[in-house]
Structures are given as C-alpha cells and as structure tokens.
C-alpha cells in the first residue's frame, strides 16, 4: 500500500532531522549474443518462448557453460570501476523459488565476485564531483518474465492467470553494487540520479550493454534508510525495485525519504522490505519482506569452472577501456566553445554521440546539433523512437550538413531530404536527386523570377532605391516563391540587390 502524501514529511524536515544513506544496486544486461550459460540468442522482443533450450529453462541433466564474451564484458565493466578483478572465483546457486525462473535456483556469484572495491566519481547539477565507492561486480543469469492477465494493473492481485516467458531467463547480466553512500544529505536522490546516470553513460561507451531502461537492459534497484542526526548507526533500509528511469531514481529516492522519516516521526518502525515504485504518481508501495543472504542457500555451483581470468589477459582488456564520457564531454565542450546549458541540453537528449559521429563525418558542432536536437528530435518524438533508432545516419546527417553549407540545399529543402532519408528513399544524394531539390545554381534561370518580382513591385523596388535595403526581403520571398523553394535565398538578394543599383 502506498501513503498519501499527507503523511509525507516536508524534505526540508526531513533534512533538518536526519541524515539519508543511500545502496544502489543496477542490474545491467549484457549485450552478447548468446545467454550466459547456453547458446540461445539474447534479442529483446522474440516471440514468448522461442529462444530457449533444456539449458535455460532448467532441464534435468541439461549442463551450463559459462560464455566468455560475457566475462569479458563484466571484467571490463569491473575495470572501468577501478575494481580489482579475481583471479579466481565460483559462481555459487542462490536458491529460490520463483515462476520465472525455472531452475528453482539462480546462477549468481556471491563471495567470489568477478570485481571488488571500485568506484565511479559522478558529475553532480552544478559540476561538482562525488565519488560513490563500488562493493562488488557480479556475474548472473537474468531471470524469465511473467504476464499477469485480467487484473487491472498488469500485477499478480487481480490477475486470473499469469503467463511466463522464458526468452529472458539466462541472459547475461552484471549487478553492480555500491557501499553505503553516506553524507550527501539533500543532495542524496541527486546523487543517485548522477550515479545511475554516469553509469550508464560509461557502461554505454564500453559498447556491453544497450542500457535501455526502457527495455530493462538497465535496471536500478534504491536502497534508502535514515538516520537520526545523533545516529551511530545505520537505520534500516527498504530496497525500491525496478525504478525505469533516471528522472525516477530521483523521485523514488526522495519519496521514501519523506516516507520514511513520517514513519519514524510517529514513532514507527521502518521494516525491511522491497518496495515497488509507481511511475505513474511517483510513490512506492510495499513488496515482499527481505530476504537475508542466509536464506537462499548459497553454495558454489558444481557444475560450473571457476572463472579464472589471467593477469596478462586482464591488462589487455584494460587498454580497451575508453575515456569516461563526462571527461570526453568536458574536453568536447572546450573544443566546440559550446556553454553549459547548450551541453546539457545536447546530453539530455542522448545527443553527444550521434553529434560527435556527425561532426567527424564533416559537419561543425553547430550544424550537428542543430539537427539532431531540433529537427531530428521532434521527428523522433513523433515516431516514439530514440533518436539512435531514426533510420538517418550521422554519415547521412553531415552529408545534408555539407549540402547546406555549399548553398546546394536551402534550410526547408533539407528538411525534405531528411524526411525522404527517413522515409527510406535512400542516400541524401539520392532523395535529392529523385525529389527535384536541389538549388537553381544558375543565375540565369533566376534572372527572370527576379526581373518579375521587381516588375510587379515597384514601390519596394523604390524603397531600396532609396537604401531601405530590408525592404529586399519581401522580393526574396517572392522569387523563392517562385522558384518553389529551390533558389539559394542569399543569392536572390544579392541579385535583387544588383538589379536595384
Ligand atoms: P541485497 O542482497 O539485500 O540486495 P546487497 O548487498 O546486494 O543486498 O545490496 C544492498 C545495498 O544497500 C548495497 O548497495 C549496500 O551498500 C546498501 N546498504 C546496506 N545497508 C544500508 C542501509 N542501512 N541503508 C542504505 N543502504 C544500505
Ligand atoms: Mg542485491
Ligand atoms: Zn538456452
């Protein structure tokens, strides 16, 4: 059951009387092609139960085989983290029933973790840094996903039966888990955000994962308990699951703040407990009470080597861990001279690397943006897609770019050919070419619009006589009318211009 918001405490109160600390754990589902344990494909959206095998959904006999590829990616994960990788470690079953999960166990690691003692320093709002120190980076098997149909709210209460897919179970996934974070104080749902955030970011630049949190490919789970300001120690916890988004993490964590010291102000006791977050009106609502670690069981799993990554093989891997992107970015905006408020807009819009890609096939950072977070934002949002799901390449983007920037294409005819490139009518050459847009580029086909519009206007033609130059616009709009579009509108004025003299 969620609680009102009149039994929220004001966050001001709650920051006068307590201090937050904050657990995040983020479930990152590797991009390999094949699960973790078998060879079944990993692709999101198949038809339920069409990428499974007696492996992963947990036939007897059946033997797992751990996939290298996604060691690899979690070694990398654990050094971009600055985490110590294992030389030797077990995965271990953790043991429990679940529908969607058909061994009746997990395949997790638990003591012997592929990469320990790390952390990621995150950019906070106003461009200080906070480092949020890593525990662990674990390898595991993701669960399968269950359907619950005929309630209203797609839960298990209500529902009259429940389907199951289990395309999902065995998937890949690293659980990244941090230490407590302690201190941040008001800051503390920013601070979640700004980790989840630059997590993503640098998982997405390490090329392992799609990070879509909209697809589940990124999952957050926040743990948030309170102190009293003459605490010693921690309070206890409640752990908010599946919270989708990054403006999410953010919302949840400062609602179970000011839940939770509501609780604790009436004299009440915070119980240890998932709870799970309401997109819909930003609260949470109690789960299941929490298991401890005792209760599942753990035990190395027997038929399953260790993983064993050797030292040489690690510092190989560690050449190919790419700059964090918010250094990148800090030198990017240096170079392009772009301000603060421009960058955000930009990283907001999941913008950078498509621009960044954009400008090393030509185009200025100016151009580049002004494509995709204008015009191409908008086609995408219309569409219901990421920009990064627009059928146009950055390639495609510059080549339109070069086109304006010669005086081939006027501003609206770059439009069109951007929408003929989404519509799939081929290169932007091409729908250039098949759609007649090209600007007239010989005057002496202009000549003859312009000498018409001066005709028919002569008062105009009198103003810029008399050096009312502005007064030119208007016939440059009438040629261009004319021309349907396809004149070079600096070249009109400047034939207008001449004619005038
Ligand atoms: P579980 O198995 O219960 O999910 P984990 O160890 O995987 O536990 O994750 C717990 C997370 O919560 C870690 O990030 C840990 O640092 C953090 N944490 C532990 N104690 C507290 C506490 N009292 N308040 C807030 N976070 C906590
Ligand atoms: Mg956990
Ligand atoms: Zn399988």
């Keep these: 059951m969620s609680v009102s918001t009149a039994s929220l405490l004001d966050y001001d109160d709650v920051i006068a009387r307590f201090d937050p600390v904050l657990g995040m ?156 974070i302690v201190g941040a104080g008001e800051r503390a749902p920013e601070v979640a955000r700004a980790y989840v955030t630059a997590l993503r970011e640098l998982i997405r630049e390490l090329g392992v994962s799609d990070v879509r949190m909209d697809q589940g490919s990124l999952r957050c789970d926040a743990n948030v308990s309170l102190m009293a300001k003459d605490a010693t120690e921690f309070g206890t916890r409640t752990e908010t699951k599946n919270v989708n988004s990054l403006k999410s993490v953010e919302v949840a964590v400062r609602y179970e703040m000011r839940r939770q010291a509501a609780v604790l102000l009436d004299g009440g006791e915070i119980v240890q407990e998932t709870r799970h977050f309401q997109e819909a009106d930003g609260t949470t609502s109690a789960g299941r009470r929490k298991e401890t670690a005792e209760d599942y069981r753990y035990f190395p799993e027997p038929d399953l080597e260790p993983v064993a990554p050797d030292a040489a093989w690690i510092e190989e891997l560690r050449a190919t861990i790419p700059e964090a992107p918010w250094i990148t970015r800090a030198r990017i905006q240096k170079e392009w001279g772009w301000s603060d408020a421009v960058m955000r807009d930009v990283v907001n819009a999941d913008a950078l690397p498509l621009i960044s890609a954009t400008v090393d096939a030509g185009a200025t950072p100016d151009a580049a943006r002004s494509w995709w977070v204008a015009y191409l934002a908008q086609q995408a949002n219309t569409l219901g897609v990421t920009l990064s799901d627009l059928s146009i390449t950055p390639a495609q983007v510059a080549r339109v770019a070069a086109l304006v920037a010669d ?40 000549e003859q619009a312009v000498a018409d519009a001066l005709a028919a206007n002569p008062a105009i033609v009198e103003k810029i006589k008399a050096g009312k130059v502005q007064a030119a616009g208007a016939l440059v709009g009438q040629v261009m009318k004319a021309t349907k579009g396809q004149a070079d509108p600096a070249r009109v004025k400047e034939l207008v211009l001449a004619a005038c003299e």
């Excluded at 992963?56 to 996939?67: D, K, Y």
């Excluded at 470690?89 to 529908?99: L, S």
């Design 25 to 180: 754990e983020v479930h990152v589902e590797l991009g390999t092609a094949t699960k973790m344990f078998c060879g079944c494909p990993t692709e999101f959206g198949a038809e339920p139960n069409t990428q499974v095998c007696p492996v992963c959904l947990g036939m007897p006999g059946a033997l797992p085989v751990v996939n290298a590829a996604a060691v690899e990616s979690a070694v990398r994960i654990g050094l971009a983290l600055h985490c110590a990788i294992t030389p030797w470690g077990r995965f271990a079953r953790k043991n429990y029933f679940y529908p969607d999960q058909p061994k009746n166990y997990q395949i997790s690691q638990y003591d012997e973790p592929i990469a320990t003692e790390g952390y990621l320093d995150v950019v906070l709002d106003d461009g200080s840094t906070w480092r949020v120190d890593i525990e662990r980076a674990h390898m595991e098997e993701d669960t399968g996903k269950s359907l619950h149909v005929g309630g209203a709210t797609g839960r298990i209460d209500g529902a009259s039966h429940s389907l199951l897919d289990y395309n999902r179970a065995g998937v890949p996934l690293v659980e990244i888990v941090t230490k407590p």
């Design 407 to 446: 005086r081939t294409l006027t501003n609206a005819n770059a439009r069109k050919v951007v929408d003929g490139v989404l519509a799939g009518e081929g290169d932007p050459d091409q729908v250039v070419e098949a759609r007649g847009l090209a600007v007239v580029q010989d005057d002496s086909a202009l």
